[in-house]
């Protein structure tokens, strides 16, 4: 099976700049999440995703971020503009629905951005 | 407060000793406890998975969770390099609701 994809592994921008990220999810999981790691803490998710729906975006600062699931399937994470704050891993997570059994999200290895 | 409170802090041991990682919480809507282990420039994998209180065993790692105490705790036995990571421990609510909250992590070193 394979894993959650994410693109690019690392990202340098200026302040200001704009940035996006891309997630495939593993075939057939209806459910996707990005979630921000910022350095020595654990990640906190930011959106939730049901197929092409919001199911969670509680904890996303939408005066600069956004995000889209199209289709269901592969997400795009935007960030404009950037702070120096949003320096962190950008980590892309699927799980399948409904949730049964031993359950844990698959996470991608992430997006590291750095805000210079 | 934070909702998760995770230690110790960085923790360096050698190789073969027994390594005590701890969570306590204060959310009592939290059935579902998860470890998950983060090698460097890697994503979190899923390591141990908990429903509501007791022990879980696989291999050279147990899982406690008493939900009585809001406290969980993952038990590496014989520690090998390899295990050299850090520790999440993360927990969600009941079914439907999937958002995970986690710890901040504990930097493992297990020195040959």
């Known amino acids: 099976e394979a894993g959650v994809a994410q693109s690019p592994r690392y990202k340098i921008i200026e302040k200001r700049q704009s940035v996006a990220f891309w997630c495939n999810p593993i075939s057939g999981h209806a459910t996707l999440y990005w979630y921000q790691q910022i350095l020595g803490q654990g990640p906190k998710l930011l959106i939730q995703?049901?197929?092409?729906?919001?199911?969670?975006d509680s904890q996303l600062p939408k005066d600069r971020f956004s995000a889209e699931r199209l289709k269901g399937v592969d997400s795009t994470l935007k960030i404009q503009p950037a702070k120096l704050e949003d320096s962190a891993v950008y980590l892309c997570a699927s799980s399948p629905r409904p949730v049964q059994g031993n359950y844990g999200y698959t996470f991608g290895s992430g997006t590291r951005l750095t805000v210079v | 407060q934070k909702e998760v409170e995770q230690d110790p802090g960085p923790l360096s041991v050698p190789e073969g000793a027994i390594v005590s990682l701890n969570c306590t919480y204060s959310?009592?809507?939290?059935?579902?406890f998860m470890w998950y282990r983060q090698y460097s420039r890697k994503g979190p994998e899923l390591l141990m998975y908990t429903y509501s209180s007791g022990n879980k065993e696989d291999g050279r790692f147990t899982a406690q969770v008493d939900k009585s105490s809001k406290y969980i705790s993952l038990f590496i036995r014989d520690s090998q390099p390899s295990d050299s990571a850090t520790y999440l421990c993360?927990?969600?609510?009941?079914?439907?609701?999937?958002?995970?909250?986690f710890g901040t992590g504990t930097r493992l070193t297990i020195i040959p």
């Open positions: 993360a927990m969600r609510a009941g079914f439907g609701n999937e958002k995970l909250t």
């Open positions: 995703f049901q197929n092409n729906g919001v199911v969670d």
């Open positions: 959310n009592s809507a939290f059935q579902y």
